[in-house]
């Protein structure tokens, strides 16, 4: 029996699913990662990868034909000549000196997607501006560095964790050099000096290479089991969702909120936090807000989640208008870095605080995909829902009463299944 590995990588924890040809899941693993500091946050995600391929069972793993891993976008790390990260990872929602943010405005193009603080092109140029260099030779993005633990190759990547780099995928079209589609701005210094760090970027599922000899017999995996070029945590969410037609939209409701939608038409507006991915013949426009359940679960344990919202009555709007943040900062539907939290008043009734953060997020959602469509988005058609706040019913009817199409929770909810999918299949058409 032929199966097909995805690896999903998110913000507090990394799970494997393993589908066979008929896209029947044969087995699923989970880990949280612990508490670590941003020194060992690398360490932690490769003895998670470790320990997720060691729990699947054996007799799976000897019937691995590929795998694919997904991780967090515009999260990057500075590699030396081997690989080894040099420097702490920058997480997908740290962001660059305003300095940093200000230069590149004067390089790239008005709207472009890398123009945000928190993209992986801004973290690059600032952090060449506040560490020493010399050893650098790669940028990795969290997928790519986690992918090559696996397959041996340096420099390599996928159009959409490129996209925030500044990966063109609209140049892409019928050009043989990868490079070609990095855009001629580049030539300005300083990226000039930057770029021969960049990765060659492949379409998300192309087929990289076997893995590892080493790691085939640690495992028992056959040795020509394919490593295949990753995607993002969300976009892997929508794959596994199945939604293919554009007006069809996936929000992923994890530790942040993220919205995607199949559009017919591309839609790049960075100061407002939207930016488009090629999937196949269609464009994939979204945002990713900093607001999401890590907000809820700061307040609320999941035991409390589950029982408090049993006690609100979905169908009543809140009194309660807040921007449900951690820190400062917001990428989507508002970008603004210095953006702070709004979470008063803060009434003594839980349920009633509660209710009021469950209508602002389903309101924030609500703003992100109107932000969509009036910039040229397809029309919103249904909403299918992924992540953990999928599974919160009294959440789900708030959030169809603000966004007025269907709203259902998605078949497959799991990044990892998308993954697996993109494992299985290779590249969209």
Known sequence: MACFLGIDFGTTGARAIVIDQYQHIQTEVSCLFP?????????????????????????VRSQLQSIAINGTSSTILLGDAQGTPLYPPQMYNDTCDPASLELLTTLAPAGHPVLSASSSLA??????????????????????WLAFLLHGRLGLS?????????????????????????????????????FPLLPQVLRPGAPIGPIQSDHATRFGIPADCQIHAGTTDSIAAF??????????????????????????????????????????????????????????????????????????????????????LLKPGERF????????????????????????????????????????????ATPLQSVSTAGGGAQNAVWQTIRQRHLQVPCDAAPYQQAAYGTALLAAHGPFA
């Open 35 to 59: 508490t670590v500091s941003p020194e060992e946050r690398a360490n932690c995600w490769e003895n998670s990868l470790w320990q997720l391929m060691g729990e699947i069972p054996e007799g």
């Open 123 to 144: 973290k690059l140029l600032g952090l060449s501006r506040q560490v020493d260099m010399g050893a650098v030779r790669y940028l990795m993005h969290q997928a790519d």
């Open 158 to 194: 996928d159009d959409h964790n490129s996209l925030k780099l500044g990966y063109d995928p609209g140049m892409a079209e019928g050009r043989s050099s990868s490079m070609a589609t990095y855009p001629p701005w580049f030539q300005k210094s300083p990226l000039k000096q930057l």
């Open 239 to 324: 794959l596994a969702s199945g939604a293919n037609q554009p007006g069809m939209a996936v929000t992923s409701l994890g530790s942040t909120l993220v919205l995607k939608l199949l559009s017919q038409t591309r839609v790049d507006q960075a100061e407002y936090g939207i930016y488009s991915h090629r999937l196949g013949k269609y464009w994939l426009v979204g945002g990713a807000s900093n607001t999401g359940g890590a907000v809820l679960q700061h307040f609320f344990s999941p035991s409390e989640l589950q029982q408090l919202s049993q006690q609100i009555d979905p169908s009543q709007p809140s009194p309660w208008r807040y921007y449900p």
């Open 333 to 376: 539907p508002i970008n603004d870095p210095a953006l702070r939290p709004q979470l008063t008043p803060r009434p003594k009734d839980p349920v009633a605080f509660l209710h009021g953060l469950l209508e602002s997020l389903a309101r924030i959602e609500a703003q992100g995909y109107d932000l969509l469509q009036a910039h040229g």
